[in-house]
């Protein structure tokens, strides 16, 4: 089982993002659960959302987890959340920042030791560029088909394109721009 | 004629829009409704299929769960297939109307996405709302994920329209773990789901102005008693009903559903009996413990009323000890599902140990490794030959342990 947490703020996409990662995941024939620990429910608020992923149905329904990747798609909740929390040997952290990975990691003690298991990507600044508001949610899935090697890129754009069928063809057209973009330059 | 609905074999659906799919392909005539957290995007997602043309129901706004309530009893009884959702306090205001919704005989359906009771305010999950219905005379089913929260919709509408039931049916789903968790579902195609469904037959509906009928009639001590003994065995002789409709599901869906469902039962030696989510995560923790040597199993009613009492002690009369989980606050007695089990058990000739653990109230996560701990105490209990605990317990609660109640039987 591929278990994955993410950290953002509400607002940012981080139920939508999780439900469409397990969405495409599905379409791959496996199972998948992606639900949400809603805090306060204010915008703003910090916020956590799960995806479990398995080759058998999944049947635990606890939000307890050792996660194998994180997500984290508020830069600064990188610094105040405890996005180590539970962490294994081999759990892999994709951050939005707009600092070097070097940099990054100075800054954040329980990070250090982790260096080979850090990648960073800006999502709030491709979201910005390619869809014209800050949602990090659709590059941090372009982030994350990269470091996981899960998908090949272009079944994932096609997809999400699926996925995103209801929204305005600038919207779509946009969002594949974020994910390609931070496929490429998530490091 | 409503528009075609664009459906993939496998859907990644939350339990919410599993129902409301449901309540889609069942063609409900009339759904009256108030949204309330959790359960809203169900009568939300209703309302936009009316929106957009893909039923040809009609979705009634009013100013209450009360209300709501009643207004599918009128609707029901004037003959439509009909439907609501609700959670927690909107489920408190509608109890007075559930009663009366039985009492008239209505077979309407209403999916109940469990939610903690109020004070202190909360929108999380616990099964409050659902045992405040218990009493309510109508036919209520658990699922324990977004697959079961659709199926069991399904085959709610096809056992309370039946002739020999017309009873109002509710189907839970805990809320936010199944309604707002997406997991693979597996729908029917609208065509195979109506099908099985069927039309509905009213029987003595109002709309039928040439044979003029009475419901709600008031009958005091003559008549009131011969009507709810009448309503109990309608309950009671829904069995056989429940069970048809459970087969002939399994016949378009391959999915096999049972009034009770068992897990590991077979050389099982301690047991957890649940409801809800809890019975999956219950069923991960007893295989660990299988890993350890420990023979565990998990019980679960997947039809809650009627009770199925016989299917319980079948089910549980080998074991030596039994934990019985209650998701709501007691209120100074035993958990009332440990009761219903206790009473069960109590009938057989083995008369395992049983214990009651209150857990998860409000939303408090339940972990595998608290199932774990609470078949660990079961085995304890099953070596020493009497309960070694307390005989309620709480489960996952902060602070000084919290327990009532001992014993000395061995």
Request: aromatic share 10%; glycine share 8%.
């Amino acid at each position: 089982m591929i278990e994955i947490r993410w950290h953002s703020r509400a607002g940012q996409g981080a139920v939508t993002g999780a439900k469409s990662l397990g969405d495409i995941v599905a379409t791959t024939g496996k199972e998948v659960q992606a639900f949400a620990l809603y805090g306060s429910a204010k915008r703003g608020a910090a916020l956590r959302a799960y995806n479990r992923i398995d080759d058998e149905p999944i049947i635990t329904h606890e939000k307890f987890m050792y996660p194998d990747y994180v997500l984290v798609i508020d830069p600064a909740l990188a610094m105040t959340d405890d996005i180590t929390m539970n962490d294994k040997e081999t759990t892999k952290y994709i951050i939005t920042t707009h600092l070097d990975k070097e940099s990054l990691i100075k800054e954040i003690p329980a990070l250090q030791g982790k260096e080979d298991r850090v990648f960073v990507v800006d999502c709030i600044q491709i979201s910005l560029d390619t869809i014209g508001r800050s949602i990090p949610n659709a590059p941090m899935l372009g982030a994350f088909v990269k470091v996981s090697g899960m998908f090949e890129l272009d079944y994932f754009l096609e997809n999400m394109k699926r996925v995103l069928a209801k929204f305005p063809q600038k919207i779509i057209d946009g969002n594949m721009q974020a994910i390609t973009r931070a496929y490429n330059e998530v490091k | 004629m409503a528009e075609k609905f664009d459906l993939q074999e496998r859907e990644v659906w939350d339990g919410n829009y599993a129902a409301s799919q449901a309540m889609r392909q069942a063609k409900v005539d009339v759904m009256a409704a108030y949204p309330i957290t959790p359960s809203t995007p169900i009568v939300e997602n209703y309302g936009a299929y009316v929106a957009n043309g893909y039923v040809d129901g009609e979705f009634v706004m009013v100013e209450s769960e009360h209300a709501a309530m009643s207004a599918c009893v009128g609707a029901s009884a004037a003959g439509g297939r009909v439907a609501t959702a609700t959670s927690s306090q909107g489920f408190a205001l509608m109890v007075e109307v559930l009663y009366q919704a039985s009492g008239m005989r209505l077979p309407i359906v209403l999916n109940v996405v469990n939610r903690a009771l109020a004070s202190p305010l909360n929108v999380r999950g616990d099964h409050a709302d659902m045992y405040l219905g218990r009493d309510s005379g109508w036919i209520q089913m658990d699922a324990f994920n977004s697959q079961e929260a659709y199926d069991l919709a399904l085959c709610a509408f096809k056992i309370g329209e039946n002739h020999s039931v017309r009873l109002p049916v509710m189907v839970h789903q805990d809320g936010f773990i199944t309604s707002h968790t997406a997991q693979n579902v597996y729908p029917l195609t609208d065509e195979a789901a109506y099908n099985f469904v069927g039309e509905i037959d009213p029987v003595d509906d109002m709309l039928d102005f040439s044979r003029p009928v009475t419901y709600g009639a008031q009958t005091e001590e003559d008549w009131h008693f011969e009507h709810k003994a009448k309503q109990h065995k309608a309950l009671m002789d829904s069995v056989p009903v429940i069970e048809d409709v459970f087969a002939e599901f399994e016949k378009v869906s391959g999915r096999k559903y049972k009034r009770v469902e068992s897990y590991m039962m077979e050389d099982a030696e301690v047991a957890i009996v649940a409801l809800g989510t809890t019975v999956e995560t219950s069923r991960v923790a007893a295989l660990r413990m299988r890993e350890q040597g420990i023979k565990a199993g998990v019980v679960a009613p997947r039809v809650f009323r009627p009770f199925p009492f016989d299917e319980i002690r079948d089910a549980l009369e080998n074991v030596k000890s039994v934990a019985v989980l209650d998701r709501s606050s007691p209120g100074g007695a035993m958990g009332a599902f440990y009761n219903e089990v206790s009473a069960a058990l109590y009938t057989t000739e083995n008369r395992p140990l049983v214990t009651n653990y209150i857990y998860g109230l409000g939303g408090r996560d339940f972990a595998v490794k608290d199932a774990m701990d609470i078949f660990a105490d079961q085995k304890a209990n099953a070596d020493a030959g009497h309960i070694t605990t307390d005989i309620q317990q709480f489960s996952g609660l902060r602070g000084p342990k919290l327990g009532f109640f001992k014993t000395k039987r061995g």
